[in-house]
């Protein structure tokens, strides 16, 4: 049976709006297709530069890394960088020629301990050869550390020979000052000693004599006694001592003093403070009992002294002030010098002994403004110091 007229329109129709949907769909995919080029064009391109980017800055990188290694070998201190797990990672030559046996991948405090003597402070290392190394660390963001080491052997051996060049001019220059100071004693002992000889002396005036020269050979041997403390004053073996014990120590010495001069006496020592430091406590007893002489022979009967000791983990401070006269400010450098004296009988070197003993542990010796009205000297000491033993470092420390 055939197609009649209107079914064949129909069909016609239907084909045409499907040949126009596919022509639609055909034109919309091919436009689809252009702006998917476009884009995959686009994310090319951007690719490309951006691998020529990274290629600059590895470029870059790898050009600092060869200058960084060019300096590292050219560098006169030695350079160790430690990893996080506390191993060697990389070195230059200086650091493997003070340190033989250095290699990578190595643990780092176990090369260290096999060349180190002592660390005789933070960042001052003593090695078994006798070299003297400076040393600073720096912590990096992966737990390990980067170490610098100065060899100053040869520069510590220069700044000695000028500090005994130093020593050895000022004491030829104090020789000479003795000499002047002991010859009046001398002179007067001499004479009374000729007079002694005479027959028609009574015996009163015998033992006057005798006295006279008995007390001008004491002041010679004081002169000589602080002399000897004075150019001895820098060397000494420290061992650790309790600050507030020498003070207690001095006290009891001058005790009799005190009382027979009828003299107050103020304690402020601070029993909280740790008061340990590393020094001769011999010498500081000396010092201690040189600064309350001084207050008791200048303040006189009656007078107040106070005693003032405070720390803290830096450093001890200890003061010594009295209600006497007090010290001209024009004097208050003069009183340290040798031989300086404002007493008849002094010899001038007891101060220069105490600041001598007290610089060679480290610290100060000053006068200063009391609140007493008197005299008053301030010590300053460092506190001993509590470095952890060279053995005993961690993953990634110094």
């Known amino acids: 049976m055939g197609m009649s007229t209107a ?15 596919f022509n639609e769909a055909s034109a919309q995919l091919a436009e689809a297709y252009g702006r998917l080029e476009g884009q995959v064009a686009r994310l090319a391109a951007e690719l490309a530069q951006s691998r020529v980017a990274h290629s600059g800055e590895r470029q870059e990188k790898r050009q600092l890394a060869d200058r960084l290694s060019a ?5 006169p201190a030695a350079v160790v960088l430690v990893d996080g797990r506390g191993r060697v990672d990389r070195f230059n030559p200086v650091a493997e020629g003070l340190f033989p046996g250095l290699s990578w991948g190595r ?19 003593l090695l078994r050869d006798g070299r003297h190394l400076s040393v600073s660390a720096r912590e990096l963001g992966d737990g390990g550390s980067i170490l610098l080491m100065i060899d100053d052997t040869e520069q510590r051996a220069l700044e000695e020979r000028a500090r005994r060049q130093d020593r050895l001019a000022d004491m030829g220059e104090m020789a000479a000052q ?23 002396l009574s015996d009163a005036q015998r033992r006057q004599f005798a006295a006279t020269l008995v007390e001008g050979l004491k002041h010679t041997e004081r002169l000589v006694a602080d002399m000897l403390a004075f150019s001895r004053g820098g060397q000494f073996q420290p ?11 001095a006290l009891d010495t001058l005790h009799p003093r005190f009382q027979a001069l009828h003299t107050e006496l103020i304690l402020d020592i601070d029993e909280q403070i740790d008061d340990g430091l590393l020094g001769n406590g011999d010498a500081l007893i000396g ?37 006497g006269p007090g010290i001209p400010a024009d004097l208050r450098r003069q009183i340290f010098d040798p031989f300086f004296t404002t007493r008849e009988r002094g010899t001038g070197l007891g101060l220069a002994v105490a600041q001598s003993t007290v610089l060679a542990h480290g610290g100060s010796l ?33």
Do not use: K, M
Request: aromatic content about 4%; overall charge negative.
């Open 7 to 21: 079914q064949s329109l129909d069909t016609s129709a239907s084909l045409s709006e499907a040949f126009h949907a």
């Open 71 to 75: 300096l590292l070998e050219v560098l």
């Open 107 to 125: 643990r780092w405090h176990e090369v260290r301990d096999e060349h180190l003597a002592s660390q005789v402070a933070d960042g001052d290392w």
């Open 178 to 200: 003795l000499a002047h100071q002991i010859r009046t004693p001398l002179a007067t002992a001499l004479l009374y000693g000729g007079q002694l000889a005479r027959p028609e």
């Open 239 to 249: 061992v650790p001592v309790q600050l507030r014990s020498l003070v207690e120590h």
């Open 287 to 323: 010092v201690i009992t040189n600064l309350l002489e001084n207050a008791l022979d200048h303040a006189g009967e009656g007078a107040c002294i106070r005693v003032e000791l405070r720390g803290d983990a830096r450093e001890l401070r200890l003061r010594v002030e009295d209600d």
């Open 366 to 398: 000053e006068a200063c403004d009391s609140a007493l009205g008197g005299a008053c000297f301030r010590v300053i000491l460092p506190a001993s110091a509590r470095n952890e033993a060279p053995g005993a470092s961690h993953q990634g420390e110094a």
